[in-house]
């Protein structure tokens, strides 16, 4: 074995924290918030340690350095915080200390009453040491300490200000440095607080049965900021193909007047840079973004890495696609299901380089028009190397472009598409319905490893997604459903009209698509009726604007409650300064009530205080007799409680918000 560089290096640097697989991958923060840090870092012996905590963003040559803290057990925390979009990089240094390992075994002297003569030299030749790495007053003040220590002067030794100049002036000849760089991405806050609103652009017509158009999609656009949503998101804008159109339902036999499914891309009109005809033209796509961002919505796209026969790049192209012995290309199949109309595209090509190249472009298209979001279509069916590729390269050239993974699928698949550079992810919550189904995966998501760069987004319902808890509990269900989506993640999205208007009827028994689903034909919704959700909806998207506490999920707590059917948790504010509880009735067909004991400490609050909670869903006000208090809850007039903690001031009469 070769000997060290240098043997004189004493300190283990272990553990740093928080890393996505030793580093490889990229913790993910946004802009404004602060990276913890925390490493183990130890030496032989019983000499002090010093350590610091090094970052930079990556375009800087120069690092920042923060002091880190011992917290006992050789633990060392600092944070930093990301003031920029972009790459960061974070490090650990750390040195033997000997100036403080001197100071403090002279005080162990000194308490013993032993001669001091020789350890004050010691003393009086590291403070020198320190001079001549220091300069102008520093250097001459060291100088100075450095003679009173030869001169027996022992009340310098425990000086303050004497500490505080070593450490400007450390010896870290032999300092070590953690092995690597560890990774940051800084996106902007859309990536940790966003509220999507998913519709059919060709379902906006104000007549039943005629196509919808950018036009028409304007005038929707009033309707959906009235309902507090600030991500509008368009299933694919291309023309569709007519080989093997699918018909209503998806039947394999389309009729004449049959529209299709918008993600069957590619026509005769072209193929993912193109607009449906009908939809319009590029113009008027710029003229929706435009009146979109004056009311303050961002557009996002869809992006599905599929073609139909029709596509151009079936015939310029044929390479990329699979080829069956009989010549024919491969459709995609999930057996028994078949789905001819759209051919997957073969990631295995030889030509895998002008492939990349050519569904970055996809990307490099839309971008110069201005969108900057992107929901990506069944990722998990391409190749995970590309999406590394493609995503890390956008990034580089703008890094607020943002990724939604739609990717409903194995856990290590989901996560390793949000190492790999995903912004956001859907998630199981459409499936997790019981008290310890939404407590155990919440946990997991808002805590666990994955917290430091999976970050989800909750859908109750999609337009390939009816669940069932939908389908058999009617609007009641929906509230539920909306309120646990929308108090969870800091990230939700419906796909509506649907959803306000409470489309429930499944296309058959057992079956999660929808009867005669929007995918396959065009649709005429009755926005004003009665029964719609919007004003509830409204009322939950306003509640989630106005609290910080909801727009993260790092501090999702779960309360005990004594009854099954209840859940309870809450959200707070990095520093505690907005506090929300939430109770919610699981069952959307009986009125649920029960015990809440609340953990104080995560709310900031103090044990067997009354606080005042105003609940911002009712309008209500009511007394909390800390911890526990009982609540009682009906479905479909009150599926849930979203209270604001009041803290008590200086008189029970004397209270006021957290801000």
């Known amino acids: 074995m070769n000997l060290p560089n240098d043997g004189r290096q004493r300190v283990v640097i272990e553990d740093v924290a928080p890393a996505v697989d030793g580093g490889r991958f990229a913790i993910k923060r946004t802009v404004g918030e602060r990276v913890q840090v925390q490493a183990y870092v130890f030496a032989d012996g019983h000499d002090a340690i010093a350590c610091e905590l090094l970052y930079r963003l990556s375009a800087s040559a120069d690092w920042l350095r923060v ?29 033997t200390d000997p100036f403080r390992t001197w100071r403090a075994d002279l005080k162990k002297r000194i308490a013993a009453g032993q001669d001091l003569a020789v350890d004050l030299l010691i003393g009086a030749n590291l403070v020198d040491d320190a001079a001549a790495r220091a300069a102008g007053g520093d250097a001459a003040q060291l100088h100075g300490w450095a003679q009173s220590l ?24 032999l300092a070590v440095l953690y092995g690597r760089e560890l990774p940051v991405t800084v996106d902007r806050e859309k990536a940790r607080f966003s509220t999507w609103y998913e519709f059919f652009p060709r379902s906006t017509a104000p007549q039943a049965g005629r196509h919808g158009t950018f036009a028409d999609c304007e005038k929707r656009l009033p309707y959906i900021a009235s309902l507090g949503f600030d991500v509008v998101y368009l299933p694919p804008i291309h023309p569709i193909g007519t080989q093997f159109r699918k018909g209503r ?37 710029q003229s929706f973004l435009s009146a979109a961002r004056e009311l303050g919505l961002e557009v996002a796209l869809d992006i599905a890495f599929q073609c139909t026969p029709d596509h151009p790049w079936t015939r310029e192209h044929p390479e990329w696609f699979h080829r069956r012995p009989d010549g024919t290309i491969q459709y995609a199949e999930n057996p028994p299901k078949k789905y001819q109309d759209i051919y997957p595209i073969d990631f295995e090509t030889a030509q895998w380089r002008e492939l990349w190249q050519a569904l970055k472009g996809v990307f490099d298209f839309w971008i110069a028009q201005s969108v900057r979001l992107f ?35 194995r856990p290590r698949v989901m996560n390793r598409l949000a190492k790999l550079g995903f912004s956001q992810s859907y998630t199981y919550f459409t499936w997790r319905n ?22 989800p987004n909750l859908w109750p319902n999609t337009p390939d997604i009816l669940p069932q808890v939908l389908q058999i509990g009617g609007h009641p269900a929906f509230m539920m459903r909306l309120l646990l989506a929308a108090t969870l993640g800091a990230n939700y999205g419906i796909y509506g009209p649907a959803f306000e ?56 707590t779960f309360h005990e409650t004594d009854n099954p059917n209840l859940i309870c948790y809450s959200k707070t504010s990095d520093n505690q ?50 911890p526990r208090d009982y609540v009682e809850l009906v479905p479909g007039s009150l599926p849930g409680h979203v209270l604001r903690v009041r803290r008590w001031l200086k008189t029970e009469r004397d209270f006021d918000y957290y801000l």
């Open 67 to 95: 002091p880190m803290a011992a917290k006992g057990n050789d633990c060392w925390t600092a944070e930093f915080p990301v003031s920029a979009m972009g790459r960061y990089s974070y490090t650990v240094r750390a040195w």
């Open 150 to 173: 030869r001169a027996g002067n022992t009340a310098v030794a425990e000086s303050e200000d004497l500490l505080a100049a070593m450490e400007r002036h450390p010896d870290q000849s």
């Open 249 to 285: 339902n998806n039947s394999t036999t389309a009729q004449p007047d049959d529209v299709g499914s918008p993600w069957a891309i590619g026509g005769e009109s072209g193929g993912h840079t193109a607009i449906h005809p009908e939809l319009g033209t590029l113009a008027a796509f």
């Open 375 to 409: 929901r990506v279509d069944n990722p998990h069916t391409k190749a995970f190397p590309f999406w590394e590729w493609c995503i890390g390269s956008i990034k580089e050239q703008d890094p607020g472009v943002l990724f939604l993974a739609e990717a409903f699928t």
């Open 434 to 455: 019981t008290k310890p189904e939404l407590t155990d995966y919440f946990e997991q998501l808002s805590h666990g490893t994955a917290s430091q760069y999976f970050r």
């Open 501 to 556: 208007l409470g489309e429930n009827a499944p296309r058959e028994q057992g079956s999660e698509e929808y009867l005669n689903s929007e995918k396959y034909e065009l649709k005429h919704w009755d926005l004003d009726a009665p029964h719609s959700l919007r004003h509830f909806i409204a009322r939950v998207n306003r509640i989630r604007r106005e609290n910080p506490a909801l727009q993260q999920d790092r501090t999702l």
């Open 577 to 626: 300064a907005n506090a929300i509880i939430v109770v919610v009735n699981l069952d959307w067909a009986h009125t649920q009530s029960g015990w809440v004991t609340l953990d104080l400490r995560a709310l900031g609050l103090e044990s067997g205080r009354t606080f005042e909670a105003e609940d911002l869903l009712s309008g209500g006000r009511f007394l909390w007799q800390a």
